[in-house]
């Protein structure tokens, strides 16, 4: 019987049809194996991933492989988004014993949980030295039936292995200036200067990194910081991995050109990547940074956003084409014949040229990827705007990839930080209001009644598992982003209540820091991950979080617990700074002080709005007026305007300079 129908998580519904007799995880699956003395098949995915879709048509849907299946194993389907710590776990074991990882994730466990055989997408029939499914189905069975004692024997040593992993701490103290221009020494050896970004193919967005550079800046004047930062920027904005009609980034590029990305688009990617482009732009005042700031926070509100006023997570990669196959990138891609049957011949030519479509074609079977390549000369921008319009409301015409339509916090808390701070930088008062209805949901969902974080929710249902490390630093920062621009102290007291959460049940000895709760779930490992990936890990989020609201409050908890969370940075930012990014840039901010900016002054106003738009790295901002502003945020307390005018007072850890009244003045002490 397949027990996937009930449950909220998409990815697991995409597979509530299948003939295997799917168990989402849970204690009665391993005690189901326990009884029938059956190994259990771990298959962890998520509903965007291109070859889960393929293997579960391959052999998820394969009535003879699921037969087999169901007779040998207690099979059980988890998603790795409402799951992390889970996929944590497995991942670590499959990248230790292969030397690679990635998804859909296939891993065979003892009723123990115990892992004893792995890897990641098998094919339906050998090729390329890879057994079939089939055939690592047998081979797994045998070695159960026939050699329970060798299996037992791998499955102890894995989890010992895994078990006596410690974590290097740095030491004491926190990453100071030498650490930082150690990992600016090590961002430059990696930096690609011709084509922008960092390494070789595949090629990531590297937003965090592109922060910290950004900061880094800010606080030094280090122009090669920012030239990289800008460039990075510009080659992704006119690259294939944004789209050129919808706004909005793909996961990833597959060369290092940034021309043929794979397709699916995150909520975490885009929230992550207007954020930067809005802060390149507030250094910068670059025109295309502004733009592509507002189109990818304009493509999170039209294509993202759900009823309940959350963020879904994902786009498919894949999509109908026009014989009705799910073929990747259907979606977005064109032939010269497509766009003449759109614009006519002369247009066509022009969208040509200008988009880098040719008849060879840059992606697949002579279709092509939108881009500028930028050799076209001066353009006409109203004509590109005309073309562009048709072309968007053609591809509109087409099959729309499909939608992962649950609500992950940590992404939304992403997502609310970068369309508060677009909003407010921009004068889109209706960003900020998509913000504050995605916060509204977290707290009223996610938070509920159970006053503890739920990592997921859909259709306005919270899901069953509990939240991570990275959902309270996430949504923390989300809702202290928000006090910030809308002079709201409510957003502040939640940030608070959601990190105390975190230094009663997440930290442990000498400020090291865990990605599950104290009275999570037990797993053969409790997960601890400090590096940035595609996301801020739960480590540094928190980190930044912490020490923002200490800022905010002056809480000497709070700035102790984010200190002794970056000794971590200290260590692994010269050696690895490309994947300890945000770790990085909230060194910057401790580096700098944080600054906490006080307006006793409107919300919106000038002063207001010209300290929201200062550099200084992880700078924190207050305003408001009259006798309970100082209720509302501890910064404003006994900070009086001077001579009845708006007044901004600038300090570091309450130490302030003398207060002005005047805008460009608070913006030289910003930065500005």
């Not at 930082?180 to 011709?194: F, I, K, N, P, S």
């Not at 006793?600 to 200084?616: I, K, N, Q």
């Amino acid at each position: 019987m397949n027990r996937l129908a009930g449950v909220t998580s998409p990815y697991l519904l995409q597979h509530a049809d299948n003939p295997v007799d799917w168990w989402p995880w849970s204690p009665e699956a391993f005690e189901e194996a326990r009884k029938r003395d059956v190994p259990v098949l771990l298959s962890v995915g998520y509903a965007s991933c291109h070859w889960c879709h393929v293997m579960a048509h391959e052999s998820f849907e394969d009535e003879t492989v699921a037969a087999y299946l169901n007779a040998h194993f207690v099979p059980v389907k988890v998603d790795r988004e409402e799951r992390p710590d889970v996929d944590a776990v497995y991942m670590e074991a499959v990248q230790a014993a292969t030397g690679h990882g990635g998804w859909p994730m296939t891993v065979f466990l003892t009723a123990d949980a115990e892992p004893f055989y792995f890897g990641t997408y098998f094919p339906p029939e050998a090729r390329h030295g890879s057994p079939s499914f089939q055939q690592v189905l047998e081979g797994v069975v045998a070695a159960w039936t026939d050699r329970r004692d060798e299996v037992a024997e791998v499955a102890g040593r894995i989890v010992a292995d895994l078990a006596g992993r410690s974590l290097v701490h740095g030491g004491d103290g926190v990453p100071g200036e030498s650490e930082v221009a150690q990992a600016l020494l090590g961002l430059t050896r990696e930096y690609d200067e011709q084509r922008g970004g960092f390494g070789g193919a595949p090629k990531f967005p590297p937003s965090m990194a592109v922060e910290f550079l950004l900061r880094h800046h800010a606080r030094t004047g280090s122009e090669g910081a920012l030239q990289m930062a800008a460039d990075t920027c510009s080659a992704m904005a006119r690259g294939g991995i944004y789209d050129q009609l919808g706004g909005g980034f793909a996961r990833y590029s597959v060369d290092r050109e940034w021309v043929v990305p794979h397709f699916e688009k995150m909520l975490y990617d885009n929230a992550l990547l207007c954020r930067v482009y809005a802060h390149l732009w507030r250094a910068t005042g670059s025109d295309e940074a502004r733009r592509i700031a507002l189109e990818t926070a304009d493509f999170m509100v039209r294509e993202l956003r759900t009823a309940e006023g959350g963020f879904a997570s994902a786009l498919d990669a894949d999509s109908e084409d026009a014989d009705g196959k799910h073929v990747e990138g259907a979606y977005y891609v064109w032939t010269p014949a497509q766009l003449r049957e759109v614009l006519g011949e002369d247009d066509a030519a022009f969208a040509a040229a200008y988009f880098g479509v040719t008849e060879d074609g840059t992606f697949e079977e002579g279709a092509s990827v939108l881009r500028l390549p930028g050799d076209v000369g001066p353009v006409d921008a109203d004509r590109v705007a005309d073309v562009r319009a048709r072309l968007l409301a053609a591809r509109d015409e087409r099959p729309h990839p499909g939608r992962d339509d649950k609500v992950v916090a940590a992404w939304n808390g992403l997502a609310i930080a970068a369309l508060a701070e677009a909003g407010a930088y921009f004068d889109r008062p209706d960003l900020v209001e998509r913000a504050t209805e995605a916060a509204d949901l977290l707290v009223r969902v996610h938070l509920g009644e159970v006053a503890r974080l739920t990592r997921t929710s859909k259709d306005g249902r919270a899901g069953d598992n509990a939240g991570v490390l990275e959902d309270y630093g996430d949504v923390a920062e989300g809702f202290l982003a928000l006090a910030a621009v809308t002079g709201e102290g409510a957003w502040l007291e939640f940030a608070g209540f959601l990190l105390d959460i975190v230094l009663e049940q997440f930290t442990g000895e000498g400020g090291q820091l865990y990605d599950t709760a104290h009275d999570a779930e037990q797993l053969i490992r409790r997960p601890q991950d400090p590096t940035d990936s595609a996301t801020p890990s739960g480590w540094t989020a928190a980190a930044g979080a912490l020490l923002s609201y200490a800022a905010y409050t002056g809480s000497e908890a709070h700035r102790t617990a984010a200190e002794g969370a970056l000794g971590v940075v200290k260590a692994l930012g010269p050696r690895v700074p490309r994947f300890v990014g945000w770790g990085l840039a909230v060194a910057e901010a401790l580096l700098d002080g944080p600054r906490e900016v006080a307006v006793a002054g409107p919300v919106g106003g000038e002063l207001h709005r010209t300290a929201l738009l200062g550099r200084a790295p992880g700078a924190v901002v207050a305003a408001g007026e009259g006798p309970g502003a100082g209720a509302e945020f501890p910064l404003l307390v006994d900070r009086p305007q001077v001579g009845g005018e708006p007044t901004a007072y600038v300090c570091r850890h309450f130490v302030c300079d003398a207060p002005t009244t005047d805008a460009a003045e608070l913006a030289v002490k910003l930065g500005g």
